[in-house]
């Protein structure tokens, strides 16, 4: 394992790239937070929804797009990943998903069928209906957007993580790469009960006091969504890869880009890390302590005595833009 040769090729990798993209955007937002003096959320911009006080809880809110390569190339596994995705967000971030809408554009109706196939699988396998949303069949290509709403009774944050936690990684390592893209898929072979409860321990941590921070692994791979939760809470980690869940026989330079169907990010108290793992081991799912958190405001990752500097905070930006103290709310970090 090259640790320099890992960190160079995560910093040159398209997920990492586009997320180095969003601070200009968060930046732009930052200008229009509120609206006649209200806050429009609990979070800042940066988490994976939206959070809206609502009762006793919270109304979340968030959005994904699906890339034209992709929808070109798998138009049904694009139209799954866009429910997919947008739920593992309202989990992510210990709520519960409710529904979800669309707004897709085809070359006519018969160009959008695969996708919508999709979309309709993914919902009747995570229990989420979809409530409406809009269409146009007379584009020159495809284009999706999926939107979710859902609700939380108590919230996990990518902004409250701590020097001293435990950063662990959650994943579900049954399941193979869409080939030849970096996918991770164990959701589209999977029983429909055995997703929906695997991805209910999320909520449990966040309503059981054992985890306030954590994040869903992203098109930025599983280093890639450390990052954004340790720069959203003002930290930095050393993380050990040889500590990383990992598919028996996967590189894991290819590991760490991948984009797995299942995947989290925690940040969690020592004394509870014990019973966090459990909680995941019990349905199968890879957890483990990948690193620890500090508060250097720099991530470096090793193997053994081979070390690398992956991030400094303090020199480039990742997603949060210089003037985030600014920014206001919405879900923009998908």
């Given at each position: 394992m090259n640790v320099q040769k890992i960190a160079a090729d995560l910093r040159a990798s398209r997920?990492?790239?586009?997320k180095t993209d969003i601070a200009g955007v968060l930046s732009a937002l930052g200008r229009g937070k509120c609206i006649a003096g209200t806050p429009l959320s609990d979070v800042a911009v940066g988490d994976d929804c939206a959070a809206i006080p609502d009762g006793d809880g919270h109304l979340l809110f968030a959005i994904e797009g699906m890339v034209s390569d992709f929808m070109q190339a798998m138009p049904w596994f694009a139209g799954y990943s866009a429910v997919m995705v947008n739920v593992s967000d309202i989990y992510a971030m210990g709520g519960r998903p409710v529904a979800v809408?669309?707004?897709?554009?085809?070359?006519?109706?018969?160009?959008a069928a695969a996708v919508l196939d999709g979309m309709h699988a993914a919902a009747q396998a995570y229990?989420?209906?979809?409530?409406?949303?809009?269409?146009?069949?007379?584009?020159?290509?495809?284009?999706?957007?999926?939107?979710i709403v859902g609700r939380a009774r108590r919230l996990l944050s990518s902004f409250v993580a701590k020097p001293g936690q435990c950063l662990l990684m959650a994943v579900d390592l049954r399941g193979a790469f869409v080939e030849p893209y970096p996918y991770w898929n164990a959701s589209t072979t999977a029983p429909a009960e055995q997703l929906r409860g695997d991805l209910e321990i999320l909520p449990q941590l966040a309503e059981a006091g054992l985890c306030e921070a954590a994040k869903d692994i992203s098109m930025a791979g599983a280093l890639g969504t450390a990052l954004m939760l340790l720069e959203c809470s003002g930290t930095g980690a050393r993380i050990d890869l040889t500590c990383v869940p990992t598919p028996p026989d996967v590189p894991m330079s290819r590991w760490l880009t991948a984009f797995p169907s299942y995947g989290f990010v925690l940040a969690v108290d020592k004394v509870n890390v014990e019973q966090v793992i459990s909680r995941f081991q019990d349905r199968n799912i890879a957890c483990a302590e990948i690193g620890r958190i500090d508060d250097t405001r720099r991530v470096a990752i090793h193997a053994g005595s081979d070390e690398a500097l992956l991030w400094d905070f303090t020199d480039h930006a990742f997603i949060m833009p210089p003037d985030s103290s600014a920014v206001g709310s919405d879900a923009i970090s998908q």
């Open positions: 997920g990492f790239r586009h809408v669309d707004a897709i554009w085809s070359d006519g109706i018969e160009a229990a989420v209906p979809i409530v409406g949303g809009h269409s146009n069949a007379q584009s020159d290509r495809a284009q999706l957007a999926v939107a």
